[in-house]
């Protein structure tokens, strides 16, 4: 599979960004995908969670209230909206495609290229 991100951009703190991540090729059984984000010097962490069905959703604490994962399976796009935006949501938002099984999500090896979010005080 691969997934291409885009959306990203420089933004002032409490602006908006819609990121889509656009899917193409076989997911190889993959229920779910996620958005991850790596800020620069820090570890890739995820931020939402949702699987293709609808039925789960899930958001780091940072965000929630703020963030909203969707997806269009016609289109075969996901989304983040990104409301309220922070400085502390600079980072590479990258998508996974993965499986979520038992309450957890293992991301697999399908990443994008990631798109930088930059948020200015």
């Known amino acids: 599979v691969q997934l291409v991100e885009s959306g990203g951009g420089l933004v002032q703190s409490g602006d908006s960004l819609r990121l889509s991540c656009t899917a193409s090729g076989s997911t190889g059984g993959a229920n779910a995908m996620a958005w991850y984000r790596q800020a620069a010097g820090g570890q890739r962490e995820v931020v939402a969670i949702?699987?293709?069905?609808?039925?789960?959703?899930y958001y780091t604490g940072s965000v929630k209230g703020r963030f909203t994962i969707s997806r269009d399976n016609a289109k075969n796009t996901m989304y983040l909206q990104m409301d309220s935006l922070r400085p502390e949501d600079t980072a590479v938002y990258y998508c996974?495609?993965?499986?979520?099984?038992?309450?957890?999500?293992?991301?697999?090896?399908?990443w994008g290229q990631g798109t930088q979010v930059t948020v200015s005080s």
């Open positions: 949702l699987t293709n069905d609808g039925s789960m959703t």
């Open positions: 996974n495609s993965g499986r979520y099984l038992s309450g957890s999500y293992y991301a697999t090896n399908y």
